[in-house]
């Protein structure tokens, strides 16, 4: 059972370049998330959704974009990439009530120049 | 804007001895979690507490949350190496997603 997948794992880009990371989550779960996590500010949530077809801001969504492809997929697109987002992302996913645990995946770690 | 503080923010104590790590609000959460992360690894799920003054205990951890629900502990007795790792806590902000707090990065020594 793989959980939540992520991919890339890691990725370098320059100031100014686009990318999509990818998340694919096979535990049927409704809601899904993308996080940044820096040093010492923990985890922020950038987007979230909670069922398919729906899409939410999160604390921090400037500069992101995100989608839900179906239930399984949820993707998060960096139109032009800055410094400042410079982070590790993470994805989760969990069932819709709050109390429900999230299943995170192992993390992008993205750097940019 | 909920914002979730913990205390301390970095600990390193030798094995045998015990611990509590905090995280503190001023809001006021309808839950609580606890996970534990390992480097490179994305945060697990230690535990969720619902009710106000709920204490739980997993193996030597022990999670309260407290009994206005704005703040939580956890008590970790004779830590272990194995216990090593960032700790977080994360608050209900919504019916759909969780606020969580800044981290303790505990260090225990063999």
């Known amino acids: 059972n793989a959980g939540v997948t992520q991919t890339p794992k890691f990725q370098v880009l320059k100031t100014g370049q686009s990318m999509t990371l990818q998340c694919a989550q096979d535990m049927n779960h409704n809601s899904m998330y993308w996080y940044r996590q820096d040093p010492g500010m923990g985890l922020r949530l950038i987007y979230y959704?909670?069922?398919?077809?729906?899409?939410d801001k999160g604390e921090v969504p400037n500069g992101y974009n995100v989608s839900r492809l179906n239930k399984r997929e949820f993707s998060l697109r960096l139109e032009s990439a800055a410094p400042s987002q410079t982070s590790v992302y993470f994805c989760?996913?969990?069932?819709?009530?709050?109390?429900?645990?999230?299943?995170f995946g192992d993390g992008t770690r993205l750097s940019i120049l | 804007t909920q914002l979730l503080e913990q205390s301390p923010q970095f600990l390193s104590i030798q094995e045998g001895e015990n611990l509590t790590v905090y995280c503190n609000s001023s809001s006021v959460f309808s839950s609580l979690q606890w996970y534990r992360q390992e480097p490179g690894e994305g945060p697990v799920l230690l535990v969720t507490?619902?009710?106000?003054?709920e204490v739980k205990k997993l193996k030597r951890l022990t999670f309260q949350f407290g009994d206005a629900r704005k703040d939580s502990s956890l008590h970790i007795t004779a830590a272990q190496p194995g216990d090593t790792g960032l700790y977080l806590c994360?608050?209900?902000?919504?019916?759909?997603?969780?606020?969580f707090g800044t981290g303790t990065r505990l260090k225990v020594l063999a």
């Open positions: 507490v619902v009710t106000g003054g």
């Open positions: 959704s909670a069922s398919e077809g729906t899409t």
């Open positions: 989760a996913s969990s069932n819709i009530h709050s109390n429900q645990p999230q299943h």
């Open positions: 994360a608050g209900a902000g919504g019916t759909y997603k969780y606020i």
